[in-house]
Nanobody, 127 residues
Framework: QVQLVESGGGLVQPGVSLRLSCAVS????????MGWFRQARGKDREFVAA????????YYPDSLKGRFTISRDNFKNTVYLQMNSLKPEDTAVYYC????????????????????WGKGTLVTVSS
């Protein structure tokens, strides 16, 4: 049974940084490419970041590249999303996801290719 559990969300002010974590259990993290997605109220799900099984490749939409950083620690079975200079429009539920295809890539916004999903953690950036 593969489980993904996000943590680290909360209420923050614009301009600050926040790091989300995703703890993976049930299989070695090195078996999975990993990604982050988010969904704001009233909006479709959005691809945020992805990373290959060994961390050798990372992927971001142009709108977030340089401000968000995905990383992984396979020994700790944990994936991270570092978010800097947070903006009110970053407010969303952030979901961690795993892909049995290990290379990762630029995923579609709906994340259809992902095999495992966490339940999400809410990030709220005040106006």
């Amino acid at each position: 049974q593969v489980q993904l559990v996000e943590s680290g969300g909360g209420l923050v002010q614009p301009g600050v940084s926040l790091r989300l974590s995703c703890a993976v259990s049930g299989r070695p993290l090195s078996n999975l490419a990993m990604g982050w997605f988010r969904q704001a109220r009233g909006k479709d799900r959005e691809f945020v970041a992805a990373i290959s099984w060994n961390g050798g490749s990372t992927y971001y939409p142009d709108s977030l590249k340089g401000r968000f950083t995905i990383s992984r620690d396979n020994f700790k079975n944990t994936v991270y999303l570092q978010m800097n200079s947070l903006k009110p429009e970053d407010t969303a539920v952030y979901y961690c996801a795993g892909d049995l295809a290990m290379s990762g890539g630029y995923y579609d916004n709906d994340g259809h290719a992902m095999d495992y999903w966490g339940k999400g953690t809410l990030v709220t950036v005040s106006s």
